[in-house]
């Protein structure tokens, strides 16, 4: 608010009027960012508001109850600006159909100098090139600083042109119409207020943040590697959020609740509240599990302790069994797992420890455990990102082993367990080539054949191809001393960390390899390995 007040008394300000979008429902933690920027932007005194255009039916569920839905253009009025939120490669090709939607011509070059600013964020600008055409300005960094730089450049009167000639090579922002490699540094609010998320409805838990990033760094996941240094809210500031819900059941969160150096669950059970959930990791949680909490989520990740030690979460049987036997003498009524098939240097002795590890938790733990399965993608910026994106069909099938494993152990029992199986070949392959695209995918995204359906078979890779993007290229073993679409963007990590950690993971699997080799393929000297 006072940012707009000081441009008032200059009497050119107006409250900027912005439509806060995303091209279909999403949830999770990447869903979270548009209500941050919300709120940021409604607390500067702008007019902000979050809307959804999906003509079909989404295929996700929101972790914070569905924004509005709008039919007509008529009932949004004028804007000032749309900041786009983009979390995953799947929303791409609803973007062309939802500026379509605005009134707003889909490429940049093509647009009206009056048109409303176009701006884009969310977890896909570590790697935002396949994006390019539709944006004028993409913004990397926390919205409470990108989103309102933008807003008071807007309340006072400068328009897209003149927006984009001042942001363009500042931390935080890249106009893809003035340089064609993407170039930014990412731009963060070092010391942020904890925001509430999600109020709270009768279908919703109020969500409140506690940590941004994380401390962890494990190979394959970008939240450690490209999603911001890691900060923690104050205890004081997440206390004062917390007041106003006395005696309700909350979610304060964060990607891994464990690694948070004050007592979370203190506070929250100080203020009197209840604490639903929690998202740790095992080694670091099993001195914390409360009873209580409804349900708890980890990253068990890989098969057997030595793949979990090669991506840096070196968690042994022995410490899985006994959280899992902690948790199945308290009062916690689901605990999630999530499992990543894939990894480099997997093996089928891998998938047998994990059915052994499967039965040894049952005989501790008999209440209801939700496993999903998920099949690597290297993603940009962490160390696994120059690996194969092509679909994985060994690693598919023995997903299937441990999805039947996990079946026999609870189902037998009468206990309901929920395996969630990895995406299909199409679709997996669509996410890996989409993430590293460079503008040649512009043609692709803009056809209107090309929609959310057309990515779970051939059709997408058909179109793809006849638009000129190759394909086969985006899904090959990359170099790692090569130049990439996104190799501009500055996540915050030195690069020779990123190749450092990369160069320890391939000396791994070929000692791994030449072990098996003398060992006759045994990995049983290997499985509780510290990591390196």
């Given at each position: 608010?006072?940012?707009?007040?000081?441009?008032?008394?200059?009497?050119?300000?107006?409250?900027?009027?912005?439509?806060?979008?995303?091209?279909?429902?999403?949830?999770?933690?990447?869903?979270?960012?548009?209500?941050?920027?919300?709120?940021?932007?409604?607390?500067?005194?702008?007019?902000?508001?979050?809307?959804?255009?999906?003509?079909?039916?989404?295929?996700?569920?929101?972790?914070?109850?569905?924004?509005?839905?709008?039919?007509?253009?008529?009932?949004?009025?004028?804007?000032?600006?749309?900041?786009?939120?983009?979390?995953?490669?799947?929303?791409?090709?609803?973007?062309?159909?939802?500026?379509?939607?605005?009134?707003?011509?889909?490429?940049?070059?093509?647009?009206?100098?009056?048109?409303?600013?176009?701006?884009?964020?969310?977890?896909?600008?570590?790697?935002?090139?396949?994006?390019?055409?539709?944006?004028?300005?993409?913004?990397?960094?926390?919205?409470?600083?990108?989103?309102?730089?933008?807003?008071?450049?807007?309340?006072?009167?400068?328009?897209?042109?003149?927006?984009?000639?001042?942001?363009?090579?500042?931390?935080?922002?890249?106009c893809p119409g003035k340089s064609h490699a993407a170039k930014m540094r990412r731009l963060e609010v070092l010391r942020f207020q904890p925001?509430?998320?999600?109020?709270?409805?009768?279908?919703?838990?109020?969500?409140?943040?506690?940590?941004?990033?994380?401390?962890?760094?494990?190979?394959?996941?970008?939240?450690?590697?490209?999603?911001?240094?890691?900060?923690?809210?104050?205890?004081?500031?997440?206390?004062?959020?917390?007041?106003?819900?006395?005696?309700?059941?909350?979610?304060?969160?964060?990607?891994?609740?464990?690694?948070?150096?004050?007592?979370?669950?203190?506070?929250?059970?100080?203020?009197?509240?209840?604490q639903m959930g929690r998202d740790a990791r095992m080694d670091r949680a099993r001195n914390q599990l409360r009873p209580g909490i409804r349900?708890?989520?980890?990253?068990?990740?890989?098969?057997?302790?030595?793949?979990?030690?090669?991506?840096?979460?070196?968690?042994?049987?022995?410490?899985?069994?006994?959280?899992?036997?902690?948790?199945?003498?308290?009062?916690?009524?689901?605990?999630?797992?999530?499992?990543?098939?894939?990894?480099?240097?997997?093996?089928?002795?891998?998938?047998?420890?994990?059915?052994?590890?499967?039965?040894?938790?049952?005989?501790?733990?008999?209440?209801?455990?939700?496993?999903?399965?998920?099949?690597?993608?290297?993603?940009?910026?962490?160390?696994?990102?120059?690996?194969?994106?092509?679909?994985?069909?060994?690693?598919?099938?023995?997903?299937?082993?441990?999805?039947?494993?996990?079946?026999?152990?609870?189902?037998?029992?009468?206990?309901?367990?929920?395996?969630?199986?990895?995406?299909?070949?199409?679709?997996?392959?669509?996410?890996?080539?989409?993430?590293?695209?460079?503008?040649?995918?512009?043609?692709?995204?803009?056809?209107?054949?090309?929609?959310?359906?057309?990515?779970?078979?051939?059709?997408?890779?058909?179109?793809?191809?006849?638009?000129?993007?190759?394909?086969?290229?985006?899904?090959?073993?990359?170099?790692?001393?090569?130049?990439?679409?996104?190799?501009?963007?500055?996540?915050?990590?030195?690069?020779?960390?990123?190749?450092?950690?990369?160069?320890?993971?391939?000396?791994?699997?070929?000692?791994?390899?030449?072990t098996r080799e003398k060992t006759g393929g045994g990995l049983e000297s290997l499985r509780d390995r510290p990591p390196r």
């Open positions: 608010m006072r940012q707009v007040a000081l441009l008032a008394k200059r009497g050119r300000a107006h409250p900027a009027r912005i439509a806060v979008v995303e091209p279909s429902l999403t949830g999770g933690v990447g869903a979270m960012g548009s209500e941050i920027l919300l709120s940021a932007l409604q607390a500067a005194g702008h007019d902000a508001f979050r809307l959804r255009v999906a003509p079909r039916e989404a295929s996700q569920s929101t972790l914070f109850g569905p924004p509005t839905t709008l039919r007509e253009p008529a009932q949004v009025g004028q804007l000032d600006a749309l900041f786009v939120s983009i979390l995953f490669p799947r929303q791409y090709v609803d973007v062309a159909r939802m500026l379509r939607w605005f009134g707003v011509e889909p490429l940049r070059e093509k647009r009206a100098y009056t048109a409303p600013l176009v701006a884009f964020g969310g977890q896909f600008a570590i790697a935002p090139a396949a994006l390019a055409e539709f944006a004028d300005v993409i913004a990397l960094g926390d919205g409470e600083a990108t989103g309102v730089e933008l807003a008071t450049l807007l309340a006072a009167g400068h328009g897209r042109i003149e927006i984009m000639d001042e942001v363009h090579g500042k931390p935080g922002f890249w925001v509430v998320v999600m109020p709270g409805t009768a279908a919703a838990t109020p969500t409140i943040e506690a940590a941004r990033g994380c401390a962890s760094k494990c190979a394959f996941c970008t939240i450690g590697w490209a999603g911001g240094t890691y900060r923690e809210a104050d205890p004081a500031a997440l206390e004062q959020r917390l007041a106003r819900y006395r005696n309700v059941a909350v979610n304060v969160f964060a990607p891994d609740l464990s690694s948070v150096r004050w007592d979370v669950d203190e506070v929250v059970e100080r203020i009197g509240c209840r349900s708890y989520s980890f990253g068990v990740e890989g098969l057997s302790a030595r793949l979990r030690a090669l991506i840096g979460k070196p968690l042994s049987g022995a410490t899985i069994v006994d959280v899992m036997s902690r948790l199945g003498a308290s009062t916690a009524g689901v605990v999630r797992w999530y499992l990543i098939v894939g990894l480099p240097g997997e093996t089928d002795a891998d998938v047998e420890e994990f059915i052994g590890l499967l039965h040894a938790v049952r005989e501790v733990y008999a209440k209801r455990l939700e496993l999903t399965l998920t099949m690597l993608q290297p993603a940009p910026h962490t160390p696994l990102q120059w690996l194969s994106g092509v679909y994985n069909g060994t690693a598919a099938a023995r997903a299937m082993r441990i999805r039947d494993a996990c079946r026999d152990a609870w189902g037998s029992k009468g206990e309901m367990t929920s395996a969630t199986m990895v995406k299909g070949r199409w679709l997996h392959e669509y996410d890996v080539a989409l993430q590293r695209a460079d503008r040649d995918a512009v043609g692709f995204l803009v056809d209107p054949r090309t929609t959310e359906k057309t990515t779970h078979d051939e059709r997408w890779r058909d179109s793809a191809e006849s638009h000129g993007l190759d394909v086969d290229a985006l899904l090959e073993t990359l170099s790692p001393g090569g130049t990439y679409a996104w190799s501009g963007v500055d996540v915050g990590i030195n690069p020779g960390i990123v190749l450092r950690q990369w160069r320890r993971i391939e000396a791994d699997v070929e000692t791994d390899v030449r």
